[in-house]
């Protein structure tokens, strides 16, 4: 989820620091694309075992690749688990809502101190942009 986040964000924001008429178009889509993303994680955590029967089908001509996927997979399927409880669900989303928000603030700190003529959006960029 936080990964998705820092990419959401990161796509969102890039335009606008890179400047050009086509932003808000961009900044559209890269938004589209992320919420499409959690769509289809949600979907996958809500079907898991058509998705575990599908990988199966998919990876069945390579055996090596089955044995080496499956562990991978169901760790991943088992990690979306949050998804699909509702109440967990929302109480991940706000802890990780107030820790870009942190992170942001934080950056936009450093910039006011650099930079007189910052934009929170260079903020919302460098905190998505780095590691935190």
Known sequence: ?????AAGLL???????????????????????TLSGFIGMYL???NSQRATAWFNRATMRWPVLNRLGQTQFHAFLN??????????????ILWSLLDWGIAVLQYLLVLAGLFPEWQIVMGEFFSSASPH
């Open 1 to 5: 989820m936080d990964v998705g986040m």
């Open 11 to 33: 796509l969102i924001t890039l335009p606008f620091v890179v400047g050009g008429i086509w932003a808000k178009n961009a900044a559209l889509v890269a938004g589209a694309l």
């Open 79 to 92: 990690g979306l688990e949050v998804i699909t409880d509702a109440r967990r669900f929302l109480r991940a």
């Open 44 to 46: 996958l955590a809500r």
